[in-house]
């Protein structure tokens, strides 16, 4: 049997997994500290306190001791152990989340998000500012399908809940050393000190390493892909009475990472053929600290948000709560996208923003009947820069060989069109830089009231309806600065397609509405076993694209409005919970009308266009199996069968083309050994096995644009002692070293010569954790 059919045939859950917990366990616990099935965890996914098997939805559900179990140290890592979830971590700039193959990943300001990411009850969807650190937390819930009616309209395919852990009465705190490979090190823990009415907790993690891609540019100092990430969290939590809890959370997160390893396969190095699995030559712009705002690739980010949420329970069966955040985020990228040492595509993004949020919600329950009803205002305004630096001969003969038999990189590396000025001009130039920037901006308002009401006729039925209604203005501007070039200057723009707008900047806006409704029914035959079925419609905002065009040579706003695009999602399953075997099964039809799909011109920039009809069905399973108290064995698996829909006259460019980034199968499988050995010590590990079938990196599907089947092995191992005082553990992850691409296709595929991006390769190291 192959490793892929073994996986599958687990069929299974990555202990969906965790136990519930006001506050997260230190990690690795011993086996007795909690000896619940995985369903028994508590979710608020939707908006009150309940067991994971009691959610009448599809979710996926780990705690903070879990995901240190598993060694998740990181968001793109949680997708290895979540059935129907991938998350391309391209850089902390730009992740790509994928919800059973939905991709959510443009930077465009103009664009809304098809994954909500909240962090603290707070949507922080936008592409540029969403990326969070993941320590310190109490869970991660994965809410999968529509959640319009609890999460807001940038859920049309689901949602991701981060919960940070909260301060609790007592004194206590946690540090943790490690060291790796790569020069990795990490220095984390938290100190949480207070009395049962005010209760601090600080928490921090600081993550550095060298980068796996080492770059032979001499004009840049470091490795591609090398890692400087630190974050600080400072929680209070201010508890007068037994009715009023008041948290207020800030979160500073930083990266100073290294460039994105854009490696071309068409443009040689001075080691040969391009090798994405090789060494790379990532020039730069010689211009780059004036032109793009560095002179070193890499990723330079900054995020402070702050949270604050109040719950009052002001009567029998009634609770108010509020939940209002700030977040900033400002970050600036450079990067290669030919992904060779010629001047030639050189670019940089810069993104800055801000985004509010209050939401107001009363709640009732009582033994037939919870309710909630409500109000949200949502505020955001944010920009995409996008600086352009390239040398005109290079880049006219690179992208269309103007002079025969001058290569734009000869077979030794060595960058031959770097003499293409001299020769096109006779000598009287060497070198002519050219720059260009075109800016997006997006001011978006959204405002909406919801309400959600279960009836329980019986103790074994559960009858759900809920609705949103939405009100939302989108108001874009576009700006660019496109000079006409020396060497060409019957044409407006060196790339073709960018205009200049004269100074200008265009603006334009649209209001909308929608009303987005849920239907769900809960039915349990046993106190062990219920089966669940939801209707759910969910909704990507319209697209008030606007760039510039030419009429009659004189520039203009060109605006496109991109409909909204619209799913209906129907599903059913069946949860389980026996306390030695928990699991759960279930099956998904997505349709949609107006799918959205993000195209990259010829000129660098992207654009949103309807691709027409498409549909998803789906299956995923989790199972967990505590056969004695010491070991867990866990297994998933979810199958996708989607795409844009065939003979599909709307877009026939689409038509048949299964999603970006979504792989047809999807399986985990593992164990945890977590066993006390005497005299205060104990011993614990979690090897686990990943799979995942081919997927393609864009749209249309393209074979070389795609990456096959991987096989990922991972585990983390180690041993306690004193009482879990004190903890030695050591990680692996890639244990077979596996080569496989992350992305490929980008901004070079634009212009013809697609580049491809490394994922990781073998990691491992120690990390000794000290907690009192």
């Keep these: 049997m192959s490793l892929a059919a073994m996986l599958l045939a687990s069929a299974s ?31 608020t996914a939707q908006k009150i306190e309940q067991r994971a098997q009691d959610v009448p939805i599809t979710i996926s559900a780990l705690s903070g001791k879990r995901l240190a179990e598993l060694g998740v140290s990181d968001l793109d890592e949680l997708s290895n152990y979540v059935p129907g979830l991938n998350i391309q971590e391209q850089s902390a700039n730009n992740p790509g989340i994928v919800i059973r193959g939905i991709t959510s990943d443009s930077g465009s300001s103009q664009q809304g998000p098809r994954v909500t990411l909240y962090y603290n009850g707070v949507d922080i969807s936008r592409s540029r500012g969403s990326y969070q650190a993941i320590y310190d937390l109490e869970r991660v819930e994965v809410i999968k399908g529509p959640q319009a009616t609890l999460f807001g309209t940038a859920s049309a395919v689901g949602a991701i809940s981060l919960t940070s852990a909260r301060p609790k009465p007592g004194f206590s705190g946690a540090l943790t050393g490690g060291y790796g490979n790569y020069d990795q090190t990490l220095v984390s823990g938290f100190v949480n000190a207070g009395s049962d009415v005010l209760a601090g907790r600080v928490a921090f993690e600081w993550k550095t390493r060298d980068g796996y891609v080492e770059n032979l540019s001499p004009r840049q100092n470091k490795e591609l892909y090398a890692q400087d990430q630190l974050g600080v969290r400072g929680s209070l939590r201010y508890t007068p009475s037994d009715a009023l809890t008041i948290d207020l959370i800030g979160t500073f997160d930083r990266q100073k990472n290294g460039g994105t390893p854009f490696v071309s396969r068409a443009l040689p190095t001075q080691d040969g053929p391009g090798n994405p699995f090789g060494r790379a030559n990532l020039g730069g712009s010689p211009l ?11 990723l330079d980010r900054k995020v402070y948000d702050v949270n604050l949420t109040a719950s009052y329970d002001f ?18 990228e450079v990067f290669d996208a030919d992904g060779s040492a010629a001047w030639y595509l050189e670019f940089a993004e810069i993104a800055k923003g801000w985004q509010a949020s209050h939401e107001g919600r009363f709640s009732y329950s009582d033994p037939h009947w919870r309710a909630s009803f409500g109000w949200n205002a949502f505020v955001e305004d944010n920009i995409q820069r996008v600086p352009f630096s390239s040398e005109e001969g290079t880049f006219l003969q690179c992208a269309g060989r103007v002079i025969p038999n001058l290569p734009c990189i000869d077979t030794a590396g060595v960058v031959q069109a770097a003499n293409a000025t001299s020769q096109l001009t006779g000598g009287l130039a060497t070198q002519i830089p050219y720059s260009s920037v075109f800016e997006n901006g997006g001011r978006n308002d959204s405002y ?3 309400a959600d009401t279960t009836w329980i ?3 074994a039925l559960e009858l759900t309806a809920g609705v949103r209604v939405l009100i939302e203005q989108r ?12 060497l060409n200057p019957a044409a407006t723009s060196l790339v073709p397609g960018q205009v200049d707008t004269a100074g200008q900047t265009y603006t334009t806006q649209e209001s909308y509405a929608a009303v987005l409704p849920r239907f769900n029914a809960l039915y349990r035959f046993t106190p062990e076993i219920n089966v669940f079925a939801t209707v759910s419609k969910g909704r990507r905002s319209p697209v008030v694209q606007l760039n ?17 695009e619209i799913v209906w999602n129907y599903e059913g399953g069946l949860k389980a919970d026996f306390g030695k075997v928990s699991g759960s099964v279930g099956v998904y039809y997505q349709k949609y009308d107006g799918f959205q799909v993000s195209v990259t011109q010829p000129n660098g920039t992207a654009i949103t266009q309807s691709a027409g009809s498409a549909g998803n069905l789906g299956v995923e399973a989790e199972l967990n199996v505590r056969p004695v108290r010491w070991l867990s064995v866990f297994g998933n698996f979810g199958y996708i069968k989607g795409g844009i829909d065939k003979n599909n006259s709307f877009a026939p460019t689409f038509s048949g083309a299964r999603f970006r980034l979504q792989p047809e199968w999807q399986a985990a499988a593992g164990f945890t050994v977590n066993a006390p050995i005497g005299g205060g010590m104990r011993v614990f590990a979690t090897p686990s096995v990943t799979y995942r079938s081919r997927i393609f990196f864009e749209l249309p599907n393209s074979a070389a644009l795609s990456q096959g089947p991987v096989t990922l092995v991972n585990a983390k191992a180690g041993i306690s002692f004193a009482e879990d005082r004190f903890e030695l553990a050591g990680f692996l992850r890639n244990a077979t070293n596996k080569d496989y691409l992350l992305d490929a296709g980008n901004t070079g595929g634009a212009f013809g010569i697609p580049t491809f991006i ?13 907690r009192f």
């Design 13 to 43: 859950t990555v202990d969906s997994i965790a136990q519930a917990q006001t506050a997260p366990e230190p990690q690795n616990a011993p086996a007795d500290a909690d000896d619940r099935g995985g369903n028994d965890i508590i979710v």
């Design 288 to 298: 780059s600290a004036q032109v793009l705002g560095n002179d070193q690739l890499g």
């Design 315 to 332: 009567h029998d069966g009634w609770n108010f709560t509020t939940v209002n955040g700030y977040r900033k985020f400002d970050s600036a």
């Design 448 to 450: 909406s009231v919801f």
């Design 457 to 459: 006729p019986v103790p």
């Design 475 to 486: 108001k874009s501007t576009f700006f660019a600065r496109v000079p006409r070039p020396v």
């Design 548 to 564: 510039a065009a030419l009429a009659g040579g004189v520039p203009r706003a060109n605006r496109q409005l991109v409909p909204e």
């Design 758 to 770: 490394p994922a990781e390769p073998r990691f491992y190291g120690a990390q000794l954790t000290a």
